[in-house]
């Protein structure tokens, strides 16, 4: 047994690995750093070579790791160069994230300068197009969830397919919509044969929109809506009423694909024009 004389007190501890008492207790109460020994009066005691291991916590620590992470990290064992693996995807994630929200901010920002608008939409004509589809009366929070009841009609989807909403209404009516559901077909899709009697197809015409593309979360959609109209009114756009739908918005990234990420989410929102 290491007797106290060859111990460190927590003030010692904390002197020789260039930190403090107080952040060596802060840590021990955490469960990170366990003392050797606690005498009769609470006084806590380490022993030298465990200044090695508070070392190591505090590098994770400055790396950005929670401590539920270095937790884990020190009951299994793991080895640092999984931890730093696992990080350094985490960490490009989120950087990646930031990314995407400052190119957002930069793009609204500029759009509020020129145009006192939080969108500058572009001019496009869109060919027409088949779709295979579903008809859902509904909440807009519901339309992930028809579109999962869509695709597991699928026996066979391509990850890359573009899914899409169809709004009839000229009007914002979250609570209840007559939605259309569905998805863009092309070669590498097939339907499961006692779907097929569940999900129509059918072609959209062709016709000239303002398109706007948004990435990141879609509960910014509808608030991008009411702007995508503010410019259209504003430059004396006329809408299209002879279509059968008013609003149309393509999904290019989405949890249907598998490989889903809220931040990167690709939503390309199409107001028909003259």
């Avoid at 909403?165 to 499961?192: C, H, Q, R, W």
Wanted: a positive charge.
């Amino acid at each position: 047994m290491q007797n106290n004389q060859n111990l460190l007190t927590s003030g010692e501890f904390g002197r020789l690995s260039q930190s403090t008492k107080r952040t060596v207790h802060w840590y021990s109460g955490k469960g990170l750093l366990r003392p050797f020994k606690v005498n009769s009066k609470g006084y806590r005691f380490y022993k030298s070579e465990q200044i090695i291991d508070f070392q190591v916590i505090m590098l994770l620590r400055r790396l950005n790791f929670s401590l539920n992470e270095i937790k884990s990290f020190l009951k299994h064992g793991a080895s640092l160069k999984q931890l730093f693996k696992l990080k350094q995807q985490i960490v490009k994630d989120e950087i990646a994230h930031l990314q995407i929200s400052l190119e957002n901010i930069n793009k609204y920002y500029a759009n509020l300068d020129s145009e006192g608008i939080l969108v500058k939409p572009s001019i496009k004509i869109l060919k027409p197009f088949d779709i295979y589809y579903i008809e859902r009366v509904g909440p807009y929070a519901k339309i992930y969830e028809y579109g999962l009841e869509l695709k597991s009609y699928f026996s066979k989807i391509p990850k890359t397919a573009v899914y899409l909403t169809i709004f009839s209404a000229n009007e914002y009516l979250p609570k209840k919509d007559n939605l259309i559901i569905g998805v863009v077909i092309n070669k590498g899709m097939k339907l499961k044969s006692k779907a097929k009697e569940l999900v129509k197809r059918k072609t959209v015409s062709g016709f000239k929109a303002l398109s706007y593309t948004h990435t990141g979360s879609p509960s910014l959609i509808s608030m991008l809506w009411k702007q995508m109209r503010l410019y259209r009114n504003k430059y004396k756009f006329k809408a299209h009423r002879s279509l059968s739908f008013y609003d149309l918005e393509f999904y290019k990234k989405t949890a249907l694909n598998e490989f889903y990420d809220e931040e990167r989410m690709i939503s390309e929102l199409n107001l028909p024009i003259l």
